[in-house]
């Protein structure tokens, strides 16, 4: 179940009572005449089912309470109430598979700004691939995966593909391409940085790296791992499932290759920068290629869900 907290100019407060009292799924409805005062307005509080959410939302901004008032959603670990199991009962489809794109827009929107924490994140992840990639230590890789954030924009050039958000897709591609350049050429003055201290050696780079030579050598897989992860990391995303991200991190090259590219480029070994390169290009192109399709197919079910619902009334 999710929480609703509406701040609702006094001239629509009848016709948003009337809405929330006609969408199925919705309970514990409240009213507080005149209490918000900035801006003000009534206050309405209710909960709905998360399958029946979207829909609201959506009637909500359309009748301009977003613009004019306020619209806070929050998630409810806990209910015991009867008329919360009748609610999630009677809405249509199982709240796991609901999809909230405005809170998905929302996120990914904040996820995709290039920001320094961003930057800051990638960079480090990238150094400390470098170390991997050098050293030849895959729990370093892991790690490195774990710690880059590049999902937040990936995430967001799907949603922006399928809403047809193209401020959404600017931004996050935006994002990808500072944010990879300049953790790339960070990681570069890193590596040379290092090699001056003796630390890196580029007998290390150039010699036999059974744990990390995957990361400069392409093959079909590697697209194939691309797509169940960005499948995997965007329905995470639409179902809550946030611990499942940090599989999907650990599963695809996109830092360790965007490292490995960087130190084989000071040590001018272009032929692994280059295979670093299309490693790194091809599982970005995976994770979108499959976030898209899966967010497109959850759009094209839940359609077809309230079509069959409708009918059935």
């Known amino acids: 179940m999710l929480h609703l907290r509406l701040i609702v100019p006094a001239d629509r407060t009848q016709a948003v009572l009337h809405l929330v009292e006609n969408t199925v799924g919705t309970t514990h409805l409240a009213v507080l ?5 900035d801006p003000q307005g009534d206050v309405i509080l209710c909960d709905v089912a998360r399958e029946a959410a979207d829909g609201l939302l959506h009637e909500l901004r359309a009748l301009g309470i977003d613009r004019d008032g306020a619209i806070a959603v929050e998630n409810i670990d ?9 609610a999630e009962k009677d809405a249509p489809g199982e709240g796991v598979d609901a999809v909230l794109w405005e809170s998905l827009t929302d996120a990914t929107h904040e996820e ?12 480090l992840a990238t150094m400390l691939a470098a170390c991997g990639v050098v ?11 774990a710690v880059g954030p590049e999902f937040g924009p990936l995430a967001g050039v799907c949603t922006a593909l399928v809403r047809r ?16 350049a300049v953790a790339m050429a960070v990681t570069v003055g890193f590596s040379l940085l290092m090699d001056a201290a003796g630390l890196f050696k580029e007998s ?28 995997a990391g965007t329905l995470s ?6 611990g499942a991200l940090v599989g999907v991190a650990i599963s695809v090259t996109t830092v360790p290759a965007a490292a490995n590219a960087a130190v084989a480029f000071g040590y001018s070994s272009y032929k692994q920068a280059w295979g670093s390169t299309e490693q790194l290009l091809l599982n970005l192109l995976g994770i979108v290629v499959a976030g898209a399709l ?3 197919a959850q759009k094209l079910f839940w359609a077809s869900r309230k079509r069959a619902y409708a009918a059935r009334d």
């Open 204 to 231: 290390q780079v150039e010699g036999a790296r059974p744990n990390t030579s995957f990361i400069w050598q392409p093959d079909p897989m590697s697209f194939v791992v691309a797509l169940l992860a960005g499948a």
């Open 33 to 37: 005449n005149g209490a918000a005062r």
């Open 165 to 180: 958000a193209p401020r959404l897709a600017w931004r996050s591609l935006l994002a990808l391409v500072v944010g990879f």
């Open 135 to 145: 050293l030849d230590n895959a729990i370093l890789i892991v790690g490195a995966m």
């Open 237 to 242: 995303l639409t179902s809550a499932k946030s």
């Open 112 to 123: 995709s700004t290039l920001s320094v924490t961003y930057l800051a994140f990638l960079t």
């Open 78 to 86: 806990l209910s015991l109430s009867d008329r919360a199991d009748r």
């Open 294 to 296: 899966t967010l497109l």
